[in-house]
């Protein structure tokens, strides 16, 4: 089976502009969570959706945002860049957010860089 | 509210050595913890979690880890280093089912020929 797939992954982009990255779950999970990780860190929440609703968010200004789809996928945008956005960018999915704590599976990231 | 510190940016251990990784987690309720591991330009894997089944946790690749309730810590281990284990390694921790993941500041593993 597939595992979690994210696109683009890398991106080069100016301070001002906005962002568009896509993930798409493993196939039946029905949770997606967002990570930043800037170099040399842990990955920092921005937001999880669950069954197309937003079920957390991170300390994020409104700049980020994120929806998820009918078939689970999910999309993150950031809009007016900065230079401090430049990070990796995570996305996990996970069955749903059960009593077992499903654990998340990571895709590989979006690299954005921006200039 | 929940977090974690790792003791140790850095650590490097001999091939064939013990490996040891240190966690420690704060959380107002029970937690769920969990051990990540990330290669250089990839995502990250699941290695073990806790979810109060049992203290002692086995996990992929020879890792195991053990929940102390009264040091608040989540230590990892593995007997014998390999070379292929060098890579970041992240503890992390959530409250509730529906809690975000909070994750440590990582530790970069090294190991020695």
């Known amino acids: 089976d597939a595992g979690v797939t994210q696109s683009p992954t890398h991106l080069i982009k100016t301070r001002g502009q906005q962002v568009t990255l896509r993930c798409s779950p493993i196939?039946?999970?029905?949770?997606v969570s967002w990570y930043q990780q800037v170099l040399g860190q842990g990955p920092q929440f921005i937001f999880q959706?669950?069954?197309?609703?937003?079920?957390g968010r991170g300390n994020f200004p409104d700049r980020f945002s994120a929806r998820q789809f009918p078939n689970y996928s999910s999309e993150l945008n950031v809009n007016a860049l900065l230079l401090g956005d430049s990070a990796l960018y995570l996305c996990?999915?996970?069955?749903?957010?059960?009593?077992?704590?499903?654990?998340?599976?990571f895709g590989d990231g979006t690299r954005l860089s921006i200039l | 509210a929940q977090s974690v510190t790792q003791l140790g940016s850095h650590v490097s251990v001999s091939e064939g050595a013990l490996v040891l990784l240190r966690c420690n987690y704060s959380?107002?309720?029970?937690?769920?913890l969990f051990w990540y591991v990330q290669y250089p330009n990839q995502g990250l894997q699941l290695l073990l979690k806790?979810?109060?089944?049992?203290?002692l946790v086995k996990g992929i690749n020879g890792f195991e880890a053990e929940f102390k309730k009264s040091e608040t810590s989540f230590h990892l281990t593995k007997p014998s280093a390999h070379m292929s284990d060098a890579a970041e390694y992240f503890c992390?921790?959530?409250?509730?089912?529906?809690?975000?993941?909070?994750f440590g500041p990582g530790t970069s593993l090294s190991v020695i020929p």
């Open positions: 996990a999915s996970s069955l749903d957010q059960g009593v077992d704590n499903q654990p998340q599976h």
């Open positions: 196939s039946g999970h029905k949770s």
């Open positions: 959706y669950y069954e197309k609703e937003e079920r």
């Open positions: 959380s107002s309720v029970p937690p769920y």
């Open positions: 806790y979810t109060s089944a049992a203290t």
């Open positions: 992390a921790v959530s409250g509730t089912s529906y809690d975000k993941v909070i």
